[in-house]
C-alpha cells in the first residue's frame, strides 16, 4: 500500500470511529420513536420494522470496526476527538475516542457478538410484548460498551461503564411483572454500585496525582505514583473490576441475572459487561506492571474465583444457571491472566470465551424454546435425535469450553496455564505451580460439568413431558447458533503457539500494548508442548468420567436431594445466605432504628421542609422588588453603579 494510500485510509479511520458508538444509539432512538409513535402499523408490522432498525445498527457498528481492524497495525492508533468536554485552569479533559491494537480486536469482537445475538433475539423474541422496548435497550447496551471499549480516557470510560451497569439493569429485569426479575436486576446494580465506589477512588487517586485522565498521560507521568500509592490505585480499580467482572466477594449478582430473556445472558456472559472489568484492568497494565503486590491479589482472587464456581457448577441442574457459574470460572482465568502479567492470553481467552460461551447462551436459549422453556436438566435428555442441529452446536461449543483440542476453547485456557506457570513471582516464589495446579484442577471440573450437561440434555431417553416434535427453529435463531460454533471451532487458531509450529498471531499484535513480565524460561518449547498433553488429558479425564457417571451407570439414580459436600455446592456454599443474614439484616436493621427513632421525619424531613420554606421566603421577597416600575428600576441601577464606585475607589 503506497503513502497516499495509507494517508487515506487513516484519515477515513479516524472520521467513522465514533459511528461505531452512535450506530446503536440512533437505532435506539429510532426505536424509541416507532415505540411511541401513532400510526396505522400493525404490532407485528412495528417488531419487524424495530428488528431490522436494530440489526442495522448493530451491523454497522461492526462494520465500521471491522474497517478499523483490517487497516490496523499492531503500531497504529486511530484518534478521533470530537469537542473539549471539560475546559478548566486545572485540567482538561476531551470527548476523544481511541484505537489501538487492543481497542481495535476488542471492538471487533463484541460488535460481531453483539450482531449475531441482535440477529437471534430476533426470532427468540418474536412473540414477546416488550418486543421493540427490548431492542431499545439492546442497542444502548451496544453503544455503551462501545463508548467504554474506545474511550482515549478513564473519566470517559467511567461513563461507558455506567451506562453498561444501567442497561444490564433493565435487561436483566426486562420481564418486570415477575418481582424476582425487579429483584435481580436490583441485586446486579446494586453491587455494580459497589464495586464503581473502587472506580471512583481510583479516579480520584490518578487525578490528584497526574492531574489528568488521558490513558496516555498515566503511562508518561507512572513514575510519580509512589510504590505504596500505586498498590492503592491498582487495588481500587480491581475493586471496581470485581463487580463488573464477577469475582469473589462481588460475583453472586451474575447467577441471578439468569432472570433477563436469554440473549441477554448471552449479551452479558459472553461479551460486553462481564469482561468490561478484565479490559479495564489490561487497559491499566502499566499500572499493575508496576505493582507485584497488586497483581499477586488479582492473580490469587482470580484463581480462588475460578476454582470455586467450577466446583458450583458440578452440581446444578438449571441449564441457565451451570453457564452462569461456567462464566464465573472463565472470567476468574482471565483474572488468573492478569494477575501473572501475561495480557494478551487474558484478551486471547475472553475473546475466545465469547464465541463458545454466547453459542452455549443461544444454544440454551434454542433448547429452552423447544421445550416451552424447560430449564431443568433433569427433566430433558434424548434430544439429539429430535434436534440434531441445535446439539451439535451445543456439543461444539461445549467442547471448546472443556479444553479440548483443537476447539478454541483449548489454546486460550492453556496459554493461560502456561502464563501462570512460567512467570514469575517476586513475592511468592512458589505461587506460579500453585496457581498452574488450581488452574489445572479447574479444566478437570470444566470438562465434567459440560459434559454432565451435554448428556443430560441430548443422550438418553427424554426424561420430561414439554417435548414438541413439531416445533422447529427459525433460520433467525439456528444461523447466529452456527457461525459462533464455527468461531468455536476456529477462533482459538489466532493464538497457536510457537511451541507447536503456530505462529501465535494475537500475541503479536497486542506486543506493542503491553509491558510484559518476563518468563521463567524463554527457550523451553519442549516443557511447553509437554504441560499441553497434560492439559489435554486434564480434559479428556473430566469428559470420561462424566461419561462413565451419566452413560456408562445410567442406572444411578440423580441427585435429587443432595447430602454431605454435594449440599453444600448445590447450596452455593451458603453465601448469598450468608450475606443476607449479615449485610441484609444490618441493613434492615439501620433503617429500621432511623424509622424507629423518627430520624428521617422529623430530622430530614423538617430540615428539607426548611430549606424550601426559606427559598419561599426568598422569592417572595424577590418579587416585592419586581413592582413593574421603570423609576424603581432605575433607581436600583443607580444605587448599584454608586456602590461598585465606592468599592472601586476604596480599593484603589
Same mark, same amino acid.
Given at each position: 500500500?503506497?503513502?497516499?494510500?495509507?494517508?487515506?485510509?487513516?484519515?477515513?479511520?479516524?472520521?467513522?470511529?465514533?459511528?461505531?458508538?452512535?450506530?446503536?444509539?440512533?437505532g435506539?432512538?429510532?426505536?424509541?420513536?416507532?415505540?411511541?409513535?401513532?400510526?396505522?402499523?400493525?404490532?407485528?408490522?412495528?417488531?419487524?420494522?424495530?428488528?431490522?432498525?436494530?440489526?442495522?445498527?448493530?451491523g454497522?457498528?461492526?462494520?465500521?470496526?471491522?474497517?478499523?481492524?483490517?487497516?490496523?497495525?499492531?503500531?497504529?492508533?486511530?484518534?478521533?476527538? +470530537?469537542f473539549?468536554?471539560?475546559?478548566?485552569?486545572?485540567?482538561?479533559?476531551?470527548?476523544?475516542?481511541?484505537?489501538?491494537?487492543?481497542?481495535?480486536?476488542?471492538?471487533?469482537?463484541?460488535t460481531?457478538?453483539?450482531?449475531?445475538?441482535?440477529?437471534?433475539?430476533?426470532?427468540?423474541?418474536?412473540?414477546?410484548?416488550?418486543?421493540?422496548?427490548?431492542f431499545?435497550?439492546?442497542?444502548?447496551?451496544?453503544?455503551?460498551?462501545?463508548?467504554?471499549?474506545?474511550?482515549?480516557?478513564?473519566?470517559?470510560?467511567?461513563?461507558?461503564?455506567?451506562g453498561?451497569?444501567?442497561?444490564?439493569?433493565?435487561?436483566?429485569?426486562?420481564?418486570?411483572?415477575?418481582?424476582?426479575?425487579?429483584?435481580?436486576?436490583?441485586?446486579?446494580?446494586?453491587?455494580?454500585?459497589?464495586?464503581?465506589?473502587?472506580?471512583?477512588?481510583?479516579?480520584i487517586?490518578?487525578?490528584?496525582?497526574?492531574?489528568?485522565f488521558?490513558?496516555?498521560?498515566?503511562?508518561?507521568?507512572?513514575?510519580?505514583?509512589?510504590?505504596?500509592?500505586?498498590?492503592?490505585?491498582?487495588?481500587?480499580?480491581?475493586?471496581?473490576?470485581?463487580?463488573?467482572?464477577?469475582?469473589?466477594?462481588?460475583?453472586?449478582?451474575?447467577p441471578d441475572a439468569?432472570?433477563?430473556?436469554?440473549?441477554?445472558?448471552?449479551?452479558?456472559?459472553?461479551?460486553?459487561?462481564?469482561?468490561?472489568g478484565?479490559?479495564?484492568?489490561v487497559?491499566?497494565?502499566?499500572?499493575?506492571?508496576?505493582?507485584?503486590?497488586?497483581?499477586?491479589?488479582i492473580?490469587?482472587t482470580?484463581?480462588?474465583?475460578?476454582?470455586?464456581?467450577?466446583?458450583v457448577?458440578?452440581?446444578?441442574?438449571d441449564?441457565?444457571?451451570?453457564?452462569?457459574?461456567?462464566?464465573?470460572?472463565?472470567?476468574?482465568?482471565?483474572?488468573?491472566?492478569?494477575g501473572?502479567?501475561?495480557?494478551?492470553?487474558?484478551?486471547?481467552?475472553?475473546?475466545?470465551?465469547?464465541?463458545?460461551?454466547?453459542?452455549?447462551?443461544?444454544?440454551?436459549?434454542?433448547?429452552?424454546?423447544?421445550?416451552?422453556?424447560?430449564?431443568?436438566?433433569r427433566?430433558?435428555?434424548?434430544?439429539?435425535?429430535?434436534?440434531?442441529?441445535?446439539?451439535l452446536?451445543?456439543?461444539?461449543?461445549?467442547?471448546a469450553?472443556?479444553?479440548?483440542?483443537?476447539?478454541?476453547?483449548?489454546?486460550s485456557?492453556?496459554?493461560?496455564?502456561?502464563?501462570?506457570?512460567?512467570?514469575?513471582?517476586?513475592?511468592?516464589?512458589?505461587?506460579?505451580?500453585?496457581?498452574?495446579?488450581?488452574?489445572?484442577?479447574t479444566?478437570?471440573?470444566?470438562?465434567?460439568?459440560?459434559?454432565?450437561?451435554?448428556i443430560?440434555?441430548?443422550?438418553g431417553?427424554?426424561?420430561?413431558?414439554?417435548?414438541n416434535?413439531?416445533?422447529? +427453529?427459525?433460520?433467525v435463531?439456528s444461523?447466529?447458533?452456527?457461525?459462533?460454533a464455527?468461531?468455536?471451532?476456529?477462533?482459538?487458531?489466532?493464538?497457536?503457539?510457537?511451541?507447536?509450529?503456530g505462529?501465535?498471531?494475537?500475541?503479536?499484535?497486542?506486543?506493542?500494548?503491553?509491558?510484559?513480565?518476563?518468563?521463567?524460561?524463554?527457550?523451553?518449547?519442549?516443557?511447553?508442548?509437554?504441560?499441553?498433553?497434560?492439559?489435554?488429558?486434564?480434559s479428556?479425564?473430566?469428559?470420561?468420567?462424566? *461419561?462413565?457417571?451419566?452413560?456408562?451407570?445410567?442406572?444411578?439414580?440423580?441427585?435429587?436431594?443432595?447430602?454431605?459436600?454435594?449440599?453444600?455446592?448445590?447450596?452455593?456454599?451458603?453465601?448469598?445466605?450468608?450475606?443476607?443474614?449479615?449485610?441484609?439484616?444490618?441493613?434492615? *436493621?439501620?433503617?429500621?432504628?432511623?424509622?424507629?427513632?423518627?430520624?428521617?421525619?422529623?430530622? +430530614?424531613?423538617?430540615?428539607?421542609d426548611?430549606?424550601?420554606l426559606?427559598?419561599?421566603?426568598?422569592?417572595?421577597?424577590?418579587?416585592?422588588?419586581?413592582?413593574?416600575?421603570v423609576?424603581?428600576?432605575?433607581?436600583?441601577?443607580i444605587?448599584?453603579?454608586?456602590?461598585?464606585?465606592?468599592?472601586f475607589?476604596?480599593n484603589?
Open positions: 500500500m503506497n503513502n497516499l494510500e495509507s494517508t487515506h485510509h487513516f484519515l477515513i479511520a479516524n472520521t467513522w470511529i465514533i459511528w461505531i458508538v452512535l450506530a446503536p444509539l440512533v435506539a432512538l429510532i426505536n424509541t420513536g416507532l415505540f411511541f409513535s401513532q400510526n396505522t402499523l400493525t404490532q407485528s408490522q412495528k417488531q419487524k420494522i424495530s428488528a431490522i432498525i436494530a440489526c442495522t445498527a448493530a454497522m457498528a461492526f462494520l465500521i470496526s471491522f474497517f478499523l481492524f483490517w487497516h490496523m497495525h499492531s503500531q497504529t492508533i486511530f484518534v478521533q476527538t +470530537l473539549t468536554w471539560i475546559n478548566s485552569s486545572v485540567f482538561k479533559v476531551r470527548f476523544a475516542l481511541n484505537v489501538d491494537s487492543l481497542s481495535s480486536i476488542m471492538i471487533v469482537f463484541i460481531f457478538v453483539a450482531f449475531c445475538i441482535h440477529v437471534y433475539s430476533s426470532g427468540y423474541m418474536d412473540h414477546d410484548e416488550g418486543f421493540i422496548r427490548y431499545i435497550f439492546l442497542n444502548l447496551f451496544l453503544s455503551s460498551m462501545a463508548l467504554l471499549i474506545l474511550s482515549s480516557n478513564l473519566l470517559l470510560m467511567f461513563i461507558g461503564w455506567e453498561v451497569g444501567i442497561c444490564s439493569y433493565l435487561l436483566i429485569s426486562f420481564w418486570y411483572q415477575d418481582p424476582k426479575n425487579v429483584q435481580a436486576g436490583e441485586k446486579a446494580i446494586l453491587l455494580n454500585r459497589i464495586g464503581d465506589v473502587g472506580f471512583l477512588l481510583g479516579l487517586v490518578v487525578f490528584s496525582t497526574i492531574h489528568s488521558n490513558f496516555i498521560d498515566l503511562e508518561a507521568h507512572r513514575h510519580l505514583f509512589s510504590p505504596g500509592l500505586l498498590t492503592f490505585v491498582d487495588l481500587c480499580f480491581f475493586w471496581g473490576a470485581t463487580a463488573k467482572s464477577a469475582q469473589i466477594p462481588l460475583y453472586v449478582w451474575l439468569m432472570a433477563g430473556p436469554t440473549p441477554v445472558s448471552a449479551l452479558i456472559h459472553a461479551a460486553t459487561m462481564v469482561t468490561a478484565v479490559y479495564l484492568l487497559r491499566l497494565n502499566i499500572l499493575y506492571f508496576l505493582s507485584p503486590e497488586a497483581s499477586c491479589v492473580a490469587i482470580g484463581v480462588l474465583t475460578a476454582f470455586f464456581a467450577a466446583t457448577a458440578t452440581v446444578q441442574n441449564m441457565k444457571k451451570i453457564l452462569a457459574y461456567s462464566t464465573i470460572s472463565q472470567l476468574g482465568y482471565m483474572m488468573l491472566a492478569v501473572v502479567g501475561d495480557y494478551a492470553s487474558g484478551i486471547f481467552h475472553l475473546i475466545s470465551h465469547g464465541f463458545f460461551k454466547a453459542c452455549l447462551f443461544l444454544s440454551a436459549g434454542a433448547v429452552m424454546h423447544l421445550l416451552m422453556q424447560e430449564q431443568d436438566i427433566k430433558m435428555g434424548g434430544l439429539l435425535k429430535t434436534f440434531p442441529l441445535t446439539a452446536v451445543f456439543l461444539v461449543s461445549g467442547l469450553l472443556a479444553g479440548f483440542p483443537p476447539f478454541s476453547g483449548f489454546f485456557k492453556d496459554a493461560i496455564l502456561w502464563g501462570a506457570f512460567s512467570h514469575p513471582n517476586p513475592l511468592i516464589p512458589w505461587l506460579p505451580t500453585a496457581l498452574y495446579t488450581m488452574g489445572l484442577i479444566a478437570f471440573l470444566t470438562a465434567f460439568y459440560i459434559s454432565r450437561m451435554i443430560l440434555i441430548f443422550w431417553e427424554y426424561r420430561g413431558n414439554a417435548l416434535h413439531t416445533h422447529s +427453529l427459525p433460520w435463531m444461523v447466529p447458533m452456527v457461525i459462533l464455527i468461531g468455536s471451532l476456529i477462533v482459538g487458531w489466532i493464538g497457536i503457539p510457537k511451541a507447536i509450529g505462529k501465535d498471531w494475537i500475541n503479536h499484535f497486542l506486543h506493542s500494548t503491553f509491558f510484559l513480565i518476563p518468563r521463567f524460561t524463554t527457550n523451553q518449547d519442549h516443557l511447553q508442548v509437554v504441560l499441553m498433553l497434560i492439559s489435554t488429558l486434564v479428556a479425564s473430566g469428559i470420561i468420567l462424566a *461419561w462413565i457417571r451419566y452413560v456408562r451407570y445410567p442406572k444411578t439414580r440423580l441427585e435429587n436431594q443432595p447430602q454431605g459436600f454435594l449440599k453444600l455446592l448445590d447450596h452455593k456454599y451458603y453465601i448469598d445466605e450468608f450475606y443476607q443474614k449479615t449485610i441484609g439484616r444490618c441493613t434492615s *436493621w439501620v433503617a429500621g432504628w432511623i424509622s424507629e427513632w423518627g430520624i428521617e421525619n422529623q430530622i +430530614l424531613g423538617r430540615l428539607v426548611n430549606i424550601a426559606f427559598f419561599e421566603k426568598l422569592s417572595k421577597g424577590y418579587q416585592k422588588i419586581q413592582s413593574g416600575l423609576r424603581n428600576y432605575l433607581f436600583y441601577m444605587l448599584g453603579a454608586a456602590v461598585f464606585f465606592i468599592v475607589v476604596c484603589h
